[in-house]
């Protein structure tokens, strides 16, 4: 198969302490404010070496600070590598940020030409897919606004909407779509499908990992700059969850310091997903099912209590969740016993939480284990806007505004 990108034996370094330069004013102050400073080198990407085959839709995983943001950057030519070679073979178009491409006092129908002719598109060929685009994006009331005026979504909107219409072969995406409604994203990775069928290229940094499962082929996993894993994307995803699990707990089931009568044992504890894949990174606003695997030792169980109790990081308490409050109950029988609760919305902003849980039977403490599971919520979609308030100002509630423009 033709290769879109080969990137070979690539390093890139930075050097902590040293401020990005912007315009010789700037430049010539901080050069001056770091006079004497010392500053220490370190590598973001070591030693990548990487094919990726033309109509490949490759999900990069990894976590936050592995290096992944950087190689998209290299691969747009936003910053060049310390050693090493990237080949691009066919036209590139990136969305890496909010707006990328975009000159903010001009419209949006200016913008979209704008981005045609930096992909080497004459006007009739952008004018042909007009009406398209501005379709697509959904923002035929605002095309003729200067794009400054646009809120995140609509940036998002109308940048996918060029990115998949306007004919670049490779197409770089990093986590854009975590703006705007899930109506809008949907459409936006059928649209990545169908362009792939066609041909093109695309690669995808998400945490996000439902999107990749059901639009990537082929993944990789990126672990302190080195690519610590390469395959399908299923194969990807299962390594990145096997190694984040490994160097993070112990499995329930071996753990020590929990206390009961252990008449009834918590064996497992998994957070999963809306299609029933576990989760190792939360994000506000998605389904979250936990789903807690019980074993008793030998008779009935009348009505047993599970609780789980979610903290934060300071051990203030969050939300409770217990299936005798919420109405769920009945007998537990020997062997094992599988129960799922479902939160529908996670309630919770961007921080690290940790989940207790616990078992009663007949009113008694039959199984406590403290810190059973961990996580880490980032920023999702919570509100239709992408945007959340402070993370500490509480819980997220889902409300609505109504404005009634009558004088009272």
Request: aromatic share 8%; charged share 20%.
């Amino acid at each position: 198969m033709k290769e879109a990108i080969i990137i070979e034996n690539v390093w890139k370094s930075y050097k902590r302490g040293v401020v990005r330069q912007g315009d010789l004013r700037s430049t010539l102050k901080n050069a001056w404010s770091t006079v004497g400073q010392k500053t220490e080198e370190f590598y973001a990407l070591q030693d990548i070496s990487l094919t990726i085959s033309q109509g490949d839709i490759l999900g990069i995983v990894g976590p936050n600070g592995a290096g992944k943001s950087t190689l998209l950057k290299l691969l747009s030519r936003i910053t060049f590598p310390t050693r090493g070679r990237l080949i691009i073979h066919g036209t590139l178009s990136s969305m890496l940020e909010v707006g990328t491409g975009f000159h903010p006092e001009l419209t949006g129908i200016e913008n979209i030409f704008l981005n045609g002719s930096i992909l080497g598109m004459n006007r009739k060929e952008v004018n042909s897919k007009l009406e398209s685009i501005i379709d697509f994006a959904g923002l035929e009331d605002f095309i003729k606004t200067p794009v400054k005026h646009y809120s995140s979504g609509m940036y998002v909107r109308l940048a996918f909407a060029v990115a998949s219409h306007l004919t670049s072969d490779i197409i770089l995406i990093d986590e854009i779509l975590g703006t705007g409604d899930q109506e809008f994203r949907k459409k936006c990775l059928d649209k990545l499908l169908s362009a792939s069928k066609e041909g093109r290229t695309a690669v995808i940094v998400s945490h996000q990992m439902s999107y990749l499962r059901t639009y990537c082929n082929t993944g990789i996993y990126i672990k302190d700059g080195r690519v610590h894993f390469r395959g399908t994307i299923e194969d990807t995803i299962a390594d990145y969850i096997s190694s984040h699990t490994n160097a993070h707990s112990e499995p329930i089931q071996n753990r020590r310091d929990r206390k009961g009568d252990g008449r009834c044992k918590i064996i497992s504890l998994k957070l999963l997903d809306h299609d029933g894949h576990e989760c190792i990174i939360l994000h506000s606003g998605q389904e979250l099912n936990f789903q807690i695997i019980l074993q008793s030792s030998s008779d009935i169980l009348p009505n047993p209590e599970v609780r789980i109790d979610c903290l934060d990081q300071f051990g203030q308490q969050w939300f409770v969740l217990n299936n005798t409050v919420s109405g769920t109950t009945g007998n537990f029988y020997p062997a094992k016993q599988v129960m799922t609760c479902t939160i529908k919305k996670l309630p919770l902003n961007e921080g690290y939480f940790s989940f207790d849980i616990s078992v009663f039977v007949d009113n008694k403490l039959s199984d406590y284990v403290p810190f059973a599971m961990q996580a880490k919520v980032e920023k999702g979609i919570f509100y239709n806007t992408g945007k959340l308030p402070l993370p500490s100002k509480g819980l997220l509630v889902d409300y609505s505004w109504d404005v009634t423009n009558q004088p009272i």
